[in-house]
């Protein structure tokens, strides 16, 4: 009796921390990790790394990834307190509910910051570069976006994605051309799954003041949102060619993902919340394992065969 109180207690304590890094939900994380994990795998076929370096930087890059959302998110949440409090769905966010001082989220904050900048350190100069734009400049510019653009989900994609080019300017010195692809790639496909997710907000971000491309590209969104898709697969191909990849890729990254945009966007209803969630996580698991499926299947295929 005793031991279930006090992980009760220990439960309630670390809720709201838990809460405001949104590392509970898995799918924000994932949608940074995706990225890193397609660039690293194209980089370990193109450079022959051996399983036994694949696997331990695959695990250590992925943590990396989702602390480096969690940062994102807390600093999300201290500049849109009063934003969230106009929202429905985000009006009992920690900071936004008083529940976390801004203070004590900072510190929170300076804890995750640290570990990304030890994370990065031993890389090279380009990618150490690169890896504190993504770190502070980026995440800590993109809350603004949205009070002064309709278009903060471009921003988005740059932030979100630049792990890219990090991963690859550490392993062959500096960005690849593939990764510039890739980079562009994953721009189309953050501006496809975040307008997917800003259309839960439509109404309250109009009462709020809060500008996005969901707003932007009204009764259109759905075109909009196909022709993403379109660019992503076609992003797709040129990163295939640029790299290099095998069939494997091809056949199930481009085929697997154009098929599965295709579902996405027969089924979804921009103007139902529920069916713009199920969007928006099968973006940050379905879609994203896929087409790390036929990266993966090719980078094994090399290391057989070699």
């Known amino acids: 009796m005793l031991t279930t109180s006090l992980l009760h207690s220990v439960h309630h304590a670390l809720k709201p921390w838990i809460c405001l890094t949104r590392i509970d939900r898995l799918a924000g994380s994932m949608l940074i990790i995706w990225p890193f994990l397609w660039s690293f795998t194209l980089c370990a076929k193109m450079e022959n790394l051996s399983l ?10 992925s943590i990396g990834c989702a602390v480096l959302h969690s940062a994102g998110c807390i600093w999300n949440d201290i500049l849109d307190r009063d934003f ?13 509910s008083g529940q976390i001082s801004v203070k004590k989220a900072l510190c929170f904050l300076s804890v995750h910051l640290l570990f990304l900048v030890v994370i990065i350190w031993p890389c090279n100069s380009p990618a150490w570069e690169l890896g504190l734009t993504g770190i502070f400049a980026l995440p800590g510019l993109y809350p603004l976006m949205k009070r ?15 792990i890219v080019l990090v991963t690859s300017a550490t392993y062959q010195g500096a960005p690849a051309p593939f990764s510039f692809a890739l980079v562009a ?9 975040d307008t997917v997710y800003a259309c839960q907000d439509k109404c309250d971000d109009v009462n709020a003041g809060v500008k996005s491309t ?15 898709a379109v660019l ?3 992003g797709l191909y040129c990163v295939g060619v640029l790299s290099a990849a095998g069939m494997p890729f091809f056949v199930l ?31 940050a698991f379905t879609l994203g394992s896929i ?16």
Request: hydrophobic fraction near 50%.
């Open 214 to 228: 969901a707003l932007l590209f009204g009764s259109r969104v759905k075109l909009f949102l196909s022709g993403f």
């Open 52 to 61: 036994r370096t694949f696997v331990p930087v695959l695990v250590y890059g």
């Open 291 to 306: 087409v790390w499926t036929g990266v993966l299947v090719d980078y094994l295929h090399s290391i057989l065969v070699a």
């Open 84 to 96: 969230d409090r106009l929202v429905e769905r985000t009006k009992n966010r920690p900071i936004a």
């Open 253 to 283: 990254s481009i085929g697997g993902a154009a098929l599965h945009f295709a579902f996405q966007i027969s089924q979804l209803d921009v103007d139902d919340v529920k069916s713009c969630l199920i969007t928006f996580e099968a973006n």
């Open 185 to 193: 790639c994953c721009w189309c496909w953050t501006m496809y799954y």
């Open 148 to 162: 002064v653009t309709y278009w903060p989900q471009a921003f988005l994609g740059v932030a979100m994605n630049l």
């Open 232 to 234: 992503f697969v076609c």
